[in-house]
């Protein structure tokens, strides 16, 4: 709608609005968190946790007026069908930039439990919205470096018993649980640098949603396995605000989670893990090729 303006002026309203959403949806979010610690009853956590969730899909809807208002962006999806609000999903996708993010919020919000992210427990330090992430229960893990383990062996492990204990809240009610398995945005020097098998992927590490299955995976319905695609090449965070994102493709494929993977341990059980990470390079692999043929068809685009 607002298309016509020149796009730094653009930007910078975009900015604005998501500072000024974020500020405006954090208020009554601490105000709930505070009665969470407050009342550590279980009607009043029920009643805190309906209201976190009504707080952070208002959150996302703004957001989404904001995208729609600034921009005109064509959205081919498929596979949002078929899925149940009332149940909880893993969710993961391939990684190319900051916009994956929103792009998921987007076109999720409401037909899912709103998504938990796997963070970086640096991210907590960024101003407002870290502490929102912290309010909502999003899991935040401290990665360590396999020279730092080497010194501190008593630290391996503690990243995923913290996933374990995440998850651990979730088990009473429906969740959406995000998890990119790439662990990182795709880049050229990182996929170079990992010598990855993949044409428009990094290596996937199952590690993660492996124990994801392992704390709730009776509890989860089934795996969203999302494919995005951005036919005008990958997006900085900047053109979502401008609204310069013209076209995206996402690809949802909803699969059952297979019943020899749940309750299992992927630290122990060694032919578990095998499989698990053979399963999860397959899912990979046909990713690849999905990815593939939607470059094809840009590149046949006249």
């Not at 909803?254 to 993977?261: G, K, N």
Request: proline fraction near 6%; charged fraction near 20%.
């Amino acid at each position: 709608m607002l298309h016509f303006l020149p796009a730094p002026l653009r930007g910078l309203l975009g900015a604005s609005l998501l500072a000024l959403n974020t500020l405006f949806w954090c208020w009554p979010l601490f105000a709930v968190t505070l009665l969470k610690v407050c009342l550590p009853f279980a009607a009043a956590q029920r009643l805190g946790n309906g209201l976190m969730n009504f707080i952070h899909e208002a959150w996302i809807s703004c957001n989404k007026a904001w995208m729609n208002l600034l921009g005109r962006t064509r959205w081919h999806v498929e596979g949002l069908q078929g899925l149940d609000y009332q149940h909880s999903y893993l969710v993961t996708s391939n990684h190319q930039s900051w916009v994956d993010i929103l792009v998921l919020q987007y076109l999720l919000n409401r037909h899912i439990r709103p998504l938990k992210f796997f963070l970086k427990q640096e991210l907590i330090w960024v101003p407002v919205i870290g502490l929102c992430w912290w309010a909502l229960g999003f899991p935040f893990m401290k990665r360590y470096s396999k020279a730092y383990l080497a010194k501190y062996p008593e630290k391996q492990g503690k990243d995923l018993q913290t996933t374990r204990r995440t998850c651990a809240k979730f088990r009473d009610n429906p969740v959406g649980i995000f998890n990119f398995l790439e662990g990182t945005r795709f880049t050229a020097a990182k996929h170079a640098a990992q010598n990855s098998p993949f044409r428009y992927l990094l290596k996937p590490k199952a590690g993660g949603i492996a124990f994801v299955l392992d704390a709730m995976g009776e509890q989860l319905h089934r795996i969203v396995n999302v494919t995005i695609h951005y036919p005008q090449g990958n997006p900085g965070f900047w053109a979502l605000l401008s609204g310069e994102i013209d076209e995206v493709v996402v690809k949802l494929r909803t699969l059952p989670i297979p019943a020899e993977f749940i309750g299992r341990n992927y630290d122990q059980d060694e032919p578990y893990r095998l499989a698990f990470q053979q399963w999860v390079n397959q899912l990979w692999q046909d990713k690849d090729a999905e990815l593939a043929r939607l470059h094809r068809e840009d590149a046949a685009r006249p």
